[in-house]
C-alpha cells in the first residue's frame, strides 16, 4: 500500500478532509482556517468521501486554493502543498499548520467568521470559544480559591451536565454577560470543558 493510500485509509477527521475536486472557495477558506485555528491537517483534493481516489488537475486546483486563502481568509493562511500519484490519477495535498495567530473565514450572509476544526467536522467558532482565544493569548491567573458565584456556578454545571448556555442563562438567575465570562475563564483553566457538534454546544466538568 503506498503512502497515499495510507493516509486514505485512516479516513477523514480532525487532520485530514477530502475533497473530490474544489468549486466553492469560500468553502475551502472555511475548511483551512479550521485547521490553522485548531492543530493543523491536510485537504486531499482529488479523493471521494468514500476514500476512491478520482483524481484532479493539480494546476487548476493549486489556482483555486491560492485564490480562496487570498480573497476569503484573514489573516491570509499559510499551507504547503504536494502532489501525489496513484497509478494514472494525481491528488493534491494541501498541508495547514497550526497557527500562532487566529484566523478568519467570509461565512453567512458575507460576513467574517471564526471557525475551528471539530472532529471531521469544520464549525463557526461561538462567542465563548473566541474568549477562550483572547485569554490564551493574553492569559488571565487561576485564584486558589473560588468565590461562592464561581463555586455555585460550577455546581450548577455538574448538576445540568451536558448543559446548552441557554439553559445556563435561564437556571443561574446571572446576568448573560456574567454566565459567557464564567463559562469562558473556567474553560480556558480546564475546570469547564466545552463539546461543540453540528447540532449544538454543550458544557460539563472536565475530567
Known amino acids: 500500500m503506498t ?33 490553522a485555528n485548531a492543530v493543523g491537517g491536510s485537504l486531499l483534493i482529488g479523493v471521494k468521501d468514500n476514500g476512491k481516489v478520482s483524481g484532479i488537475n493539480p494546476e487548476e486546483e493549486c489556482y483555486m486554493i491560492e485564490g480562496a486563502a487570498d480573497l476569503y481568509t484573514k489573516p491570509r493562511v499559510q499551507f504547503k502543498t504536494k502532489v501525489w500519484q496513484e497509478r494514472h490519477h494525481l491528488v493534491l495535498e ?33 462567542k465563548i470559544l473566541k474568549k477562550v482565544w483572547d485569554f490564551e493569548k493574553h492569559g488571565v491567573n487561576r485564584p486558589e480559591k473560588f468565590d ?16 446548552t448556555i441557554s439553559t445556563l442563562y435561564r437556571k ?19 475546570v469547564i470543558s466545552m463539546d461543540m457538534s453540528e447540532v449544538s454546544t454543550s458544557y460539563c466538568l472536565s475530567d
Not at 495547514?96 to 476544526?117: M, N
Not at 461562592?148 to 445540568?160: P, W
Not at 443561574?172 to 480546564?190: Q, T, Y
Open 3 to 35: 503512502e497515499l493510500l495510507d493516509k486514505i485509509k485512516a479516513g477523514e477527521g480532525l487532520h485530514l478532509d477530502f475533497k473530490f475536486r474544489l468549486d466553492d472557495q469560500k468553502k475551502i477558506a472555511q475548511t483551512l482556517v479550521a485547521f
Open 94 to 126: 494541501v498541508i495547514v499548520d497550526k497557527s500562532k495567530l487566529k484566523h478568519k473565514a467570509i461565512g453567512e450572509e458575507s460576513k467574517w467568521h471564526s471557525f475551528v476544526r471539530v472532529d471531521d467536522h469544520t464549525l463557526v467558532g461561538n
Open 148 to 163: 461562592k458565584t464561581t463555586s455555585d456556578f460550577i455546581q450548577l454545571v455538574r448538576n445540568l451536565a451536558p448543559v
Open 172 to 190: 443561574s438567575n446571572l446576568p448573560m454577560k456574567k454566565v459567557d465570562g464564567l463559562l469562558s475563564v473556567l474553560v480556558f483553566w480546564n
